[in-house]
């Protein structure tokens, strides 16, 4: 009897530290916060961490700002080599002009 009390309080401490002993804790809780890069800004591996921006289309917004001076607006995208109206509207949430 002994033995079967021992392995279930052994089996109870290791899940109450497993799950933790009261919960989880609201201090190291998960937060996530939108990012926003600024395209006047960014360098080439902040721009390819956009959504389908890959080496060649950052490379072209850093080509086309050096060539034209910083972007205005975000629809300024559109003027780059290679982008469209849709994809500038894809990006939109996950870009700024500053």
Same mark, same amino acid.
Do not use: C, Y
């Given at each position: 009897?002994?033995?079967?009390?021992?392995?279930?309080? &052994?089996?109870?401490?290791? !899940? /109450?530290? +497993?799950?933790?002993?009261?919960?989880?804790?609201? $201090? *190291?809780?998960?937060?996530?916060?939108?990012?926003?890069?600024?395209?006047?800004?960014?360098?080439?591996?902040?721009?390819?961490? &956009?959504?389908?921006?890959? !080496? /060649?289309? +950052?490379?072209?917004?850093?080509?086309?700002?050096? $060539? *034209?001076?910083?972007?205005?607006?975000?629809?300024?995208?559109?003027?780059?080599?290679?982008?469209?109206?849709?994809?500038?509207?894809?990006?939109?949430?996950?870009?700024?002009?500053?």
């Amino acid at each position: 009897m002994l033995r079967i009390w021992l392995v279930v309080t &052994l089996g109870l401490a290791v !899940r /109450a530290f +497993a799950f933790g002993l009261l919960g989880p804790d609201p $201090r *190291h809780a998960l937060v996530i916060e939108p990012v926003t890069i600024d395209l006047n800004s960014a360098r080439l591996f902040e721009l390819q961490a &956009l959504p389908g921006i890959g !080496r /060649a289309k +950052a490379e072209a917004i850093i080509l086309h700002r050096l $060539r *034209h001076g910083p972007f205005e607006a975000v629809a300024g995208l559109d003027a780059v080599d290679g982008f469209g109206a849709r994809v500038v509207q894809a990006l939109a949430p996950f870009v700024k002009v500053d």
